[in-house]
């Protein structure tokens, strides 16, 4: 009696994870299916043209926001009906019809914080790898954002001010 109880139990315990995985196989790969970019970009293959990160992303050494390159960043190379550069159809699109690319936007910082792109880029002089990872050499579109530390909210900021002993007041980013 006791045994079968057991067994029961075991079983009622398994179908409960065989349904959770299941399920939550389901909603990830619909949360993914979601998360595509407009258009296939790769950062790889243009940064291997030996271009800089700023010249895309053209408020990060004078502005706030680094900022999401504009359709016509992208017209200055790609002349649809010319062969080389290689332009795919949905970009050819958009070009022709001076629309915005509507690109997902992952790092998003809160309401309540001020951070300056400017003042880390400029004038602490700090590599966008430090705070973004080797975006450089990804191949595939961004669908998540990057920390390469590991380092979750705002621990992110502190622990690297603390090494620069820079502020940790806590005006100094929420205000
Ligand atoms: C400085 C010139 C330049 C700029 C600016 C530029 N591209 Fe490119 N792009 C290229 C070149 C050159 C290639 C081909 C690289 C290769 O074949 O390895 C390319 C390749 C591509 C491809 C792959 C095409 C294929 O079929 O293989 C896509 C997609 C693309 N670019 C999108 C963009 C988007 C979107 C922008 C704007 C955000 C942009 N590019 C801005 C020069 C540029
Ligand atoms: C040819 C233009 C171009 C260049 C050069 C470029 N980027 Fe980008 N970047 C883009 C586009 C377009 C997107 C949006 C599509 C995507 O996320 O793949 C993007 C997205 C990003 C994002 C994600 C933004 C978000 O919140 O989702 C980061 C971070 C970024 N780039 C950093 C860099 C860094 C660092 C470099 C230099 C190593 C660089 N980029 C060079 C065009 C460019
Ligand atoms: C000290 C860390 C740090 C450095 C260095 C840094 N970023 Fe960022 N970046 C962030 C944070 C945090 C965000 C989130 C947006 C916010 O809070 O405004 C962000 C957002 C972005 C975005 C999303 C669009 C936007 O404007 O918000 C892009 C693109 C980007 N960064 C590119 C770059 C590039 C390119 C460099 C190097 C030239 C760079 N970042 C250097 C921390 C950094
Ligand atoms: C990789 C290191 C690093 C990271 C990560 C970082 N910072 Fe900084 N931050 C610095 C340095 C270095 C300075 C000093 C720049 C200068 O000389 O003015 C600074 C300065 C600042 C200042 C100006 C401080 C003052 O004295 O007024 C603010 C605000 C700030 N950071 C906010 C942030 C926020 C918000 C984040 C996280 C989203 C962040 N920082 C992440 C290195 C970093
Ligand atoms: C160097 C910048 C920086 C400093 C200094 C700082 N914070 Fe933050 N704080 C942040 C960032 C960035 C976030 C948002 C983290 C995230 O994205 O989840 C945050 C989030 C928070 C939150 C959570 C709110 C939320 O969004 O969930 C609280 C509460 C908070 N901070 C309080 C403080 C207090 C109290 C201090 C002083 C002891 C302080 N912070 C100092 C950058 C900072």
Redesign the pocket.
Known sequence: MILRHAITKHWVVTLFLVSFLVSSFFAFSDRNSKLQQPIAFSHKKHMDLGMECVSCHIGAEEGIHAGIPKTEICARCHVPGQDYPPTPKELAQYIESGKEIPWLQFQV?KRH????HR??VK????DCT??HGDIRNMDQPITRAY?P?GQKG?N??????R??Q??T?CY??H?
């Open positions: 910082g914080v001020y951070f300056s003042r880390h004038i602490a002089q700090l430090e705070c920390f530390s705002m992110r900021c502190i622990d690297c001010h090494r620069n820079v502020t007041d100094a980013c205000r």
